[in-house]
């Protein structure tokens, strides 16, 4: 029977790959990769020699009906990103809407997901949150700061580590110097950190010490 599996891959400790990943991987008949380099090394320290294939944001778009035909025609398909959960923030959406869309079975696998941890570490209310994901680059971005800033609830965004400064600066001027913002950097990794204070703390904090790594930025709701 076909199914398309959405397999969560860890986001930078291997230890936190799980058992049933691991399984559904070898058992598949086609891996969907982020990045077949990246990918390639997770699949040769778990022993994985299921054939892999490129699926990312260039491509993904004129590569689904083909993939569809595979899955019709009784493949066992798993998607892959390169850290975490594929479709947050990551391909994968597009063809999970299309295999709904024309009653294919599909079924995410739990896992890791950079944003949970993140949201639990800064300390700040998780019970009501909202995921922003990465804000529009030029295009849109302030427009979208206006309207968060008078958003309550806790607000996750991902952001790489050559425009943090940028983002807590917009931060300082759209939510106010004093908004409580926790930025954890490298989760999982050996130089984990969390920085929390208020968002001209933090950016006084990443000013005098640039940061490097994989992001994830926490910032409470307006009271």
Do not use: W
Request: glycine fraction near 8%; hydrophobic fraction near 40%; charged fraction near 25%.
């Amino acid at each position: 029977m076909s199914k398309l599996f959405i397999v969560p891959t860890p986001i930078g400790n291997l230890k936190d790959m799980t058992f049933r990943a691991v399984e559904v991987l070898n058992e598949s008949d086609l891996i969907l990769a982020e990045d077949t380099r990246t990918s390639g090394k997770l699949l040769k320290h778990f022993e994985i020699s299921t054939p892999m294939q490129s699926h990312h944001m260039h491509n993904e778009h004129k590569m689904v009906d083909g993939l569809i035909q595979k899955l019709k025609g009784g493949m066992t398909i798993a998607l892959i990103s390169d850290a975490g959960t594929p479709a947050i923030s990551d391909p994968g959406f597009l063809l999970t809407r299309a295999c709904v869309e024309h009653s294919i079975e599909v079924e995410c696998l739990p896992g890791a997901t950079a944003f949970v941890p993140a949201l639990v570490n800064s300390g700040l209310p998780n019970d009501k949150f909202v995921f922003e994901g990465f804000l529009p680059v030029k295009k849109g971005r302030q427009t979208r700061l206006k309207l968060l800033a008078e958003e309550p609830r806790t607000m996750i965004f991902y952001e790489s580590p050559h425009k943090l400064i940028k983002t807590l600066t917009n931060f300082c001027e759209f939510f106010g110097e004093d908004r409580q913002v926790s930025v954890s950097r490298e989760l999982t990794k050996l130089y984990e950190e969390t920085i929390r204070g208020s968002a001209k703390t933090v950016l006084d904090y990443y000013t005098n010490k640039p940061p490097k790594g994989e992001i994830v930025i926490i910032v409470g709701g307006k009271k």
